[in-house]
């Protein structure tokens, strides 16, 4: 079993839906969980982080932790063209290390 | 804040050659990590230094890999010889303390071995 699991798509949503993106994670122990954007040819940019148990928003970004499942969601709202790219999932426990998934390329269609 | 440097930004090289890449994390910075990116695997951790000391290499492939941090402001990862399954994106990030914060990363070296 892969550490994480990310589905890798792609997901289409049409401009201005809501795009939902999905992770699950087996290592119970982990702690701080992240979403990373990254565009194609580029490095990866983080948009999210979240620790504890529910949601967080940041502007039309939403992270939801569920401990319990070891699942992990980002949801975009009003999803633009400009979103298009590779979503990866991320989980760090007691070290500095982060252990990224293989991602889920995301198309938002205008 | 220049962000993390990574240099070259494209190498192509013949198999068997030796290939080192740098890597100038943000200045501040105590952690730092060397990933590498192919299609199949998509990110795998190499290697990360804590105030410069190897902490964990246990993804490194094999004795062809190497990494070194002579101090907080530069760090290489060396591969000889070289193969063509290297042939990937290799990312340098950075980051302060814990983990929390994430990491920032380079804009990555794209290594093609021929």
């Known amino acids: 079993q892969k550490e994480v699991e990310q589905n890798s798509g792609p997901l289409s949503v049409p401009e201005g839906a809501i795009a939902s993106l999905n992770c699950t994670y087996s290592?119970?122990?982990?702690?701080?969980f992240f979403w990373y954007r990254q565009y194609s040819g580029k490095s990866p940019e983080l948009i999210m982080f979240?620790?504890?148990?529910g949601d967080k928003e940041d502007g039309r970004f939403t992270a939801q932790l569920n401990k319990a499942s070891q699942y992990v969601s980002l949801l975009i709202r009003d999803s633009q063209p400009s979103d298009s790219a590779t979503y990866l999932c991320a989980y760090g426990g007691a070290t500095n290390k982060l252990i990224f998934g293989t991602g889920t390329l995301l198309a938002v269609q205008p | 804040d220049a962000g993390v440097i990574q240099s070259p930004r494209h190498e192509v090289t013949e198999m068997g050659q030796e290939v080192t890449l740098r890597c100038k994390p943000i200045?501040?910075?105590?952690?730092l990590f060397w990933y590498r990116q192919t299609m199949m695997r998509g990110l795998e951790l190499l290697i990360y230094?804590?105030?410069?000391?190897?902490?964990?290499d246990s993804g490194m492939p094999e004795d062809r890999f190497s990494a070194k941090m002579p101090n907080a402001s530069f760090s290489t990862l060396k591969i000889q010889p070289s193969e063509p399954r290297d042939s990937a994106v290799y990312f340098c990030?950075?980051?302060?303390?814990?983990?929390?914060?994430?990491?920032?990363f380079g804009s990555g070296t794209r290594l093609t071995v021929v």
């Open positions: 230094f804590n105030n410069n000391v190897p902490i964990d």
């Open positions: 979240i620790y504890s148990n």
């Open positions: 200045s501040g910075h105590n952690s």
């Open positions: 290592d119970r122990g982990s702690q701080s």
């Open positions: 990030a950075s980051s302060l303390g814990r983990v929390q914060g994430g990491y920032t």
